[in-house]
């Protein structure tokens, strides 16, 4: 962690600039010119000179000696404060959030009551009863303080009880104070470290306010030399710049170290170490893609997505992550894009209405629809389809609704924006959608918020609002998988009796199989195998597709072991030029890794394969694992 | 299919099970209001055997297991491990039940602390609950290492560096290192891809097998738990609706509520799916969704069940053993009469 | 909305109570007798001792408590020691520097933090650096040597404005602003950036949940999907006024002193610098008023933004 924090350019001026102040005020009597009250009435008041470099204050002390001995004053004011801060602050917080029940509420109150009362306040007070004890002042400053970090440590804390590998260190039978010491706070550390930092800057601001004040300490602070310009900003305002700078600097780096100390502490366990990278994007296999698949287009088609490639920035190289996806959509199927995580099935859809996260953009592709053809790279002509002519189903239904509106008042405003309806015909028109997915109480439902609905019920919701601009196409992104398979059939029912056109991305063969008429099998990017369901689960053409249903336990032998496909998936920045499913391929040729590997139509049904050998797939052998 | 049905197992080893779970309940409370979470639900497991326990979300089946792993305190009836009583123990003797029985859970990112090395995870019980020295530590994660097939670099690395598949092998790795004697797997394949879950299955079987583990298998996915277990539990609104050999539970369901569960599982089979279906929307459904835990004097699933007759409105039913070797809570499928007698009706006895 | 009221008096009420015991305690240690300090150095300590009876200085401390807590209640915060005044109608005069100084502040500090967070939120680009940059010197600049930097260049090197002291609104409206408009732009300035950046965080957080992509997904307007995820970020953004306005209440105190306002900052700093303890006990009861108050506007916020709070 160490090693990452000196990479940090501005952390490291800063801890620079603090070390050197430190150490400047420690030496201080032997380095400082002159002593803290040293005199020197013939040049009072004057701005820079050779004998004194940063000018004189009142009864011409030395300002460069002054603000020497002063720093004196404040790094101990802070290490005290912090001190006080860290060990109250760190502890209770850790405390009330593991434990929770009586301890947390108890800890809670006492907070609230520290918080109703102004810190300074306090401090001033205890200044009133220890007059001049700047230490007695720092350390209720720590005190009072120390309840705000106590709550931050308590969430924090509590986020990371509910983590499983607390229940797992619990379940070992490790002792509290174990669990409390190498798994929470660690992971807490981050936050007390800004926390730290942010209150460390907060207390050299109110060690030099009490300076400015004159309530603090008798000794020379850096706080009574701005008291001191504050006294002769008519005659020599000069005198505000050394301390100023002094005291910014000082907590500015501060700040910075706080800063670097957090990404330190947090780089340090969650930077993936990529392994050093083959080739990345690879043009070739896109090209290929979509010549061959022109060749397996569907007749008449109402949708047609021509050679999709999609890339994300990952560790700061733009990678592609879809590699010339295409396939086309009958009017009124239900097509399945089916694949595993990685496969790019979701951010193929999601390129479809322009709606990719983060650093996703289109590279290439283009998609007919209608009679017009979009470019998918251009977000904004997509954008004009979305809800009015091709809507998408999320996943998980609770956070697909805005929690804070009722579902009648989000239903109204997709029904107002797609169609010309107005006053109680939105309404009639939310009943009637509600009923259409078949709401037992649509009347109840239009006047929740999402955060009374059930996760089937919300689904409902989201697919109701996906209707609600009458589109013709619906784009569901693996619509159940959040859901119980009792509510998942019951959606899969309302999906098909939609009569639209639907592109139903899933990873779970079942739900395809029930749903799906045609599917589209992508693997690690790449569309591999399309054709009929009864085709593609009946006699696969592609050693994915075969050795993945093998796989799955539903046609396993009990006391047998699954035939398991070995090795996972290859990361996007890993993907060879050749076939990228060869690693793990049981049929797997020499030179299916020299080449990328286009698509062939299937002979003897309409359908196409990634495969040089599509003919030795089904008397392809088992692997185990 | 039907020819699994032949190789079903045989009736259940006189042996006296490992873990016996009696009469459990279990109440939640939640923002005031008190919630049922598991509902006098009793199962055992005999030793070196599997039980799959499958239920919808809050149906109760993590609770169950949260209280075998001491992480939530039973509100009455009892859990006995090994003959003696399980619940409400000291933290120190819990500690020491630690080498005994240990847990694989769902997420495998989530389970391992990622500020902590993979080697300081491993090996931390063995250290911190056992006081085995580091060197025999050092020995102990290197051959475990090699049951689950990685090798002993991956010990110096953070849970980042991994995929999920490897992280649960090695989340497997770190319950069984301590040799324990019951493990509870609460949905440990669920989260991770369909071609890495076959392997981390297979891993799991052949462990199973090999150490003569007694494993309580939690998931809502009927064919993982039907290919893993010996027998099967469905769980429903936090009472055990229906319990008996796996083939016998998800071949020839006898509960209204496992029949809809296995019917509304998709399968990867044209051919069957369309059955599936087609059984499915022949029952019909009265989906009137009602609050299940809070029909404590009728049947749980009397609101969704296609079969309902009055007393299923105003008396919970009791399992019943059938001559199938099924025990079925249910007044239309498995009444009373139907009851074969067993040593163990103190299974109707739950008053 | 009752609810909310109902729950917010149930905790204020005690927490003001304690806050009142601790101060009460904590003033009790305070060097000095209070009755010597009335009457002088030279009274005759048979007079001290009648008037340490009569201000019920000599009674055990809970009994003490007990009786201003009495006289709270009636309205009667007792009197400064050191000019015999009443506590409460010194705190009344006072009390409306502070807040005029503390809400125009707000207001101020509230409109350009929000709208420079959101424009920084949704245009990025310089809109971000200037945050960036202002966040730096609201971190790193006291208030007091920024409101000192500012006198010397706008009273005394450019004199636009008056170097110190408060006119009253009633005396000259104009005189009243331009007296208060150097303390505004120090508060604008070093609370400005804090309110901007975690708007801009709150905003783009919202910009990346699942609603605010489904709500793209059916076709509305950038227009709409931004108002909801305005309301959604809401909540955090009124959390940072609320803690803003108390951090202003703190602030107050080096700030009237810089300003030479008179208001409760500066009283504050005149009694504990003379041991004033009714008045200090005064400040205190006063000040942690308005901090619950503070809370409970906060509260009704929360409840008015999310339907989960106001069930």
Redesign the interface.
Known sequence: MIKRFFHKPLAVISLVWVVTLLVLSIAAPLIAPYGPDQQDIMHALEGPSAAHPLGTGVLGLDVLSRLLYGGRVTFLSTAISLVAYLSVGTPFGLLAGYRGGLTDKVILRVSDIAYAIPGTVIVLVVLAVRPGDEDAAMIACGLVSAPSLARVVRSATISVRE???I??????????V?ILR??VL??VMGTVIVHAALFATAAIGLETGLGFLGVGTRQVTWGQLVAEASKNLGNQPWLLLPSGFIIVTFILAFGLIGDGLRDATAE??????LPVGRSTVKDGSAAVAATADADFAVAEPLLVVDGLSVAFDIAGRPTTVVAGVSFSLRPGEIVGVVG??GSGKSVTIAAMLGLLKGTGRVTSGTMRYGDRDYELSDVKSLAALRGGRVALIGQDPMSALDPVFTVRYQLAEVIRTHTDLKGAAVDARIIELLQAVRL?DPELVARSYPYQL?G?MAQRVSIAAALAGEPEVILADEPTTAL???????I??VLRALGKTVVLVT????????LAERAVVLYAGQVVEQGS??DI??DPKHPYTM???R????????GR??????G??LPPQDWPAGCHFAD?CPLAHPECATAPVPLVVTTGRAGVTRCLFPEDVSGMEGV?? | MSD?IA?ATPAAPAAPPLIEVENLSVVYRSKGRQVLAVDKASLAIARGRTLGLVG??GSGKSTIASVI???VPATSGSVTFDGAPLVRKT?AQ??????R???V???PF???????KIGE?LG??LR??LQVSAAEVAVRLESILAEV?MGTEVLDR????F?G??LQRL?IA?ALV?EPELIVCDEAVSSL???????V???L??LTKARGLTNLFIS?????V???SDEIAVLFAGQVVERGP??QVAYHPTHPYTQ??V????????QA?AER?AS??DRGHA???GDAHALRQSCPFASRCPFIIDICRSERPHLVALPSGARVACHVNAPMAMGVMTEASEETGDE | MLKVMGRWLATAIPIVLVASVLTFILTSFVPGDPARTILGINAPEAQVEALREQLGLDLPLPLQYWNWLTGVLHGDLGRSIVTWGKVSTELGSRLSVTLSLMSIGLVVVATFGVSLGLLSAIKGGVFGKVVDVLSLVGLAVPGFWLGLVLVAAFAVAIPIFPATGYIRFSDSPSGWAMSLALPIITLALTGTAGLAKQTRTSVMDELGKDYVRMLRARGLSERRVFLHVIRNAGAPIITVIGLLFIGLVSGAVLLETVFVLPGLGSLTVSAIKSHDIPLILGVTLVLSIVVVTVNLVVEICYALLNPRVRA
């Open positions: 983590e499983l590998f229940r797992t260190a619990v379940v070992s039978g490790l002792s509290d174990h190498k798994h660690p992971t340090g366990y969650s930077v993936r170490q595993e995580s037992p059930s089937g119980d398979v009792t509510v998942q059939a019951e899969l029912d990873h779970d063969w079942g739900v395809l199989v029930d369901i009864a689960v009946g050795a993945l249903l796989s799955n336990p539903y046609f396993a032998a009990p072991p699954l035939p398991a496909i070995s996972a998936v793990r185990s694992a | 699994l190789t919808e979300s792993l001491g992480l933290r819990r500690a020491a039940l630690a080498r029985i240990q847990a859970f769902q997420d989530g389970s391992m602390n990622p500020t902590r995870t931390e019980m911190y609950n097939g953070f849970p980042s560096q995929s598949g490897q989340a770190r301590v891809d369909l071609s890495v879950q076959a392997q299955i297979n891993l079987a052949r809502h996915d009927l064919s993982v039907t290919y893993l796996a083939a809809a569960l019917l509304a599982a998709p399968v990867p089979d044209v799916q279906r499915r929307l989906d009137q969704a």
